[in-house]
């Protein structure tokens, strides 16, 4: 081994290494992929039917879930396509509007993935202006709620909280009040109905109060938001069930999408017809869920990491950052092993497109436009073309074929056939190419094991570069490109023998 | 296991590709020299300086402009040899043994147009025979008739010694036979014979055929062994000048005995291959590591070197 090579090596591994242990150890990434986070998949469909003439726009505005303190809007997509889709910050509350023109009245989807980390919650903020709603009830009924409450006035918040739920049971704590307030008392709640009287008896006792539409998190379909009032003791809220004044235990995982009496869903200038929750737990690798934590560091690392970058840039370097990881399996194949191959970087090019098509088609493919792609070779051998022009040829059929190809696969529904443009094209071409002129020169059997050889490269890489934990934690951990350079340091040195070696110098190596 | 195989292969002095890519051409070849032998024409000019005896040149094509002007060149000619100026490996190259009604013949008795002369030409100059697919010049020269020693163990073509010089030093010597399944051609890889020559008796061994050892000649049944080669002191001799005219330290040399010019250099090789090791049934290895371990007097002139050679690579008499 060559010392300098090696000293680079060792460099490259301590770049390499001290970067992700720093991001282990001082930012807390997670070293293994396989670790899970709590996830919830919330998806929503909206049914409407278009009222009045046609062509009148119709705006549906629906509150949507955000990242608050515990909680992080991991990803949401509209799915509804024909309509326009913003998101518009209101107050507490988040909404989706969709807007347009549909051509006829329908559906909407919108899906989000919503992270829960409890250990992370941050300390709950006190409530502001919102949190006080307007004074229900006229003068005497106000003068009646607080008479009710004034009695508890030496308990604690929270205990007090709890006195003033149970009374939507009609459990009044000691000291009970006089019968003609509790008459009274019985008369508002009838007026106002449970849950506003709730209200008026907690601003009463000068609970900070909000009104919440949302979902209880538990795999569920639902047609109707739960609704609960939350209260803020003074050190975090308190949340209760409106209708019965049953307390959330802490276990209970709450998902508030909408703060105030607005409804949930509206639609202007249409009919809503039916709303429809799905709620379902996922699981997605933490690595993947980091993104939470690294969007908002301010930490450099965390700063300079690839998921800072817009999402349709990011797949780009998810694709990228497989090519070294490839490249690294070629030395290891050709320089180790020793496989035959067509071309250095070939295989390469092969698995990154077997991801699209998937393997077995994809070898199909590759076997299936090489032979059709020799045939024509050879009958053009006679026409005497030049260099140029026949290799422009080959190019030509193979973009050819891959119409065919992605013309059958639409007829028959086979997306796999329809990926097949991801191929690369001028690498097929040339491997036509030099397949015919190693059949010419060396014979078939010696062009048809290179053929082989290729296959079984592109595949074993592929396989390699399919390992998602491997992806992700190449993405998590760009530094680990170091690594590879370290790798491939130390393999530019193995002057060891090859694999194959063994067989090819058999004779040589039975005597002593 | 493998490990095991491995040390088997160290311990017969095997040179295994990757080693001898890192410790033997990348540390003697200077990349700079390369050209000299990438191209034949540098190398048949260079030989012409040193007073090394080559092939007769008649013609070269450079530009597709020229490809019409190539029979005029040849005159009345009727026998040459067409080559890739960069050619590896022995491919694009055609032998004409005669003309005929305005038709070439070739050394497998085929008739080939004067159209298909052209567009062979015009795939050359294409680069598509050259080593990296660079434009390319098509060589005309003079066709070898070969001594009539190995014509026991030819089947057709023209046989060549391949001797492997290391830092100047004869190391490791073969000759190809041509056989019915390489077309005539000297190459291994087609299915050529490879006959290993004792170098300090300048007599054959036994031979290689793919990777299986042989000790007959496939076609002609004759036995390989014991073939004593003609001028071998001169032969080694310019394998040894070989090293001085190309500053390369780690080479393979090709070399034709014409029946009448003698001991001919075809072309050098920056890259040789391994196959030489099993034609000769011993790794390289252990030459090259007693080469490195040679008295440095004997490293001043190419005389001393090919004598040196003949003294210590002697194989034992069976």
């Not at chain 1, 559906?107 to 006190?126: E, F, G, I, Q």
Request: with cysteine; hydrophobic share 45%.
């Amino acid at each position: 081994m060559k010392r300098p090579a090696l000293w680079l090596a060792v460099a490259f591994f301590l770049v390499a290494f001290s970067l992700i242990g720093y991001r282990v150890y001082r930012l807390g990434y997670p070293l293994l992929p396989t670790s899970r986070a709590k996830v919830w998949g919330l998806t929503m469909e909206i049914f409407w039917e278009p009222t009045g003439k046609n062509g009148k726009e119709i705006e549906v505005r629906a509150g949507l879930p955000q990242s608050r303190s515990g909680q992080t809007v991991v990803e949401q997509r509209d799915l509804s396509g024909s309509l326009q889709f913003n998101l518009l910050p209101e107050g507490l509350n988040q909404i989706g509007v969709w807007s347009g023109d549909p051509e006829d009245g329908g559906v909407l989807s919108y899906r989000a993935t919503v992270l829960l980390n409890p250990k992370r919650l941050a300390k709950p903020k006190p409530p502001g202006p919102e949190s006080f709603p307007a004074i229900i009830g006229d003068k005497s009924e106000q003068i009646v709620a607080r008479r009710l409450v004034e009695r508890w006035a030496s308990l604690e918040a929270p205990e007090k909280l709890k006195a003033i739920a149970a009374t939507v049971k009609g459990i009044w704590r000691e000291p009970p009040p006089d019968d003609n307030d509790l008459k009274q008392w019985s008369a508002i709640q009838k007026k106002y109905g449970a849950e506003k009287a709730l209200v008026i008896l907690l601003r009463a006792a000068d609970f900070p109060v909000r009104k919440v539409q949302g979902f209880v998190l538990v795999e569920s379909v639902a047609t109707q938001p739960d609704r609960w009032i939350a209260a803020w003791t003074g050190q975090k809220w308190e949340h209760f069930q409106a209708e019965t004044g049953d307390l959330y235990p802490e276990s209970v995982c709450l998902l508030p999408l909408m703060m105030g009496d607005t409804p949930l869903v509206t639609v202007s200038g249409g009919k809503l017809q039916e709303v429809r929750w799905s709620l379902s737990k996922q699981t997605l690798s933490q690595w993947r869920s980091h993104f939470e934590r690294i969007q908002r560091s301010t930490r450099f690392l965390d700063r300079w990491s690839l998921f800072t970058i817009p999402n349709q840039f990011q797949e780009i370097f998810r694709i990228l950052l497989l090519v070294p990881i490839g490249v690294l399996m070629i030395s290891v194949l050709r320089n180790i092993v020793g496989f035959p191959t067509f071309g250095i970087f070939m295989p390469v090019l092969m698995a990154l497109a077997f991801r699209s098509t998937g393997l077995s088609y994809g070898l199909g493919i590759f076997a299936g436009v090489v032979l059709i792609g020799y045939l024509l070779r050879r009958g053009i051998d006679r026409l005497r073309l030049l260099l140029v022009p026949r290799l422009s040829f080959l190019i030509t059929f193979v973009i050819l074929a891959f119409t065919v190809f992605a013309l059958i696969g639409s007829k028959f529904g086979m997306r796999e056939f329809m990926a097949v443009g991801l191929l690369p094209f001028v690498i097929l071409s040339m491997t036509i190419e030099r397949f015919f002129i190693l059949v010419e020169e060396s014979g078939a059997s010696v062009a048809l094991r290179t053929a082989a050889g290729s296959a079984a490269v592109a595949a074993i890489t592929y396989k390699i570069i399919q390992i998602d934990p491997l992806q992700l934690t190449f993405f998590v951990y760009p530094e680990l490109l170091f690594a590879i350079m370290g790798l491939l340091l130390l393999l530019g040195n193995y002057s060891g023998y090859r694999l194959s070696e063994i067989l090819r110098f058999k004779v040589l190596g039975g005597k002593s | 296991m493998i490990l095991r195989q491995f040390l088997s292969l160290r311990k017969a002095g095997v040179l295994g590709m990757n080693r001898r890519n890192a410790e033997y051409i990348m540390r003697f070849n200077r990349r700079s020299s390369f050209p000299l032998v990438d191209d034949k024409l540098l190398t048949k000019q260079l030989s012409l300086k040193f007073g090394i005896p080559t092939p007769p040149l008649y013609h070269v094509v450079s530009h597709h402009g020229d490809i019409a002007g190539f029979e005029r060149a040849l005159v009345d000619r009727q026998e040459f040899v067409l080559k890739p100026a960069r050619g590896g490996g022995g491919s694009g190259i055609i032998l004409i043994t005669d003309r005929r009604d305005g038709k070439f013949v070739t050394q497998s008795g085929k008739m080939i147009s004067r159209d298909e002369i052209r567009y062979h030409i015009s795939d050359i100059l294409s680069g598509i025979y050259s080593l990296e697919g660079l434009e390319d010049k098509a060589v005309i020269e003079g066709l070898i008739h070969p001594d009539q020693v190995f014509g026991k163990v030819t089947y057709e073509g023209v046989p060549d010694v391949r001797i492997i010089v290391y830092r100047g030093i004869p190391a490791m010597a073969m000759v190809r036979l041509p056989t019915r399944q390489s077309d005539g051609k000297a190459n291994l890889h087609r299915g050529a014979v490879g006959v290993g020559i004792d170098i300090g008796r300048g007599k054959t061994l036994d031979g290689v055929r793919r990777s299986g050892g042989i000790t007959h000649h496939p076609d002609t049944g004759e036995l390989l062994r014991d073939i004593e080669v003609p001028f071998w002191e001169r032969m080694l001799l310019i394998a040894a000048r070989s090293t001085d005219m190309t500053g390369l330290g780690y080479l393979g040399v090709d070399l034709v005995i014409d029946k009448n010019d003698g001991p001919l250099l075809l072309e050098l090789n920056a890259r040789p291959g391994l196959q030489i090791q099993i034609a000769n049934r011993k790794g390289l290895l252990e030459r090259l590591e007693m080469i490195d371990r040679a008295p440095k007097e004997i490293f001043l002139s190419p005389e001393k070197r090919a004598a040196w050679a003949i003294q210590n690579f002697a194989e034992p008499s069976s």
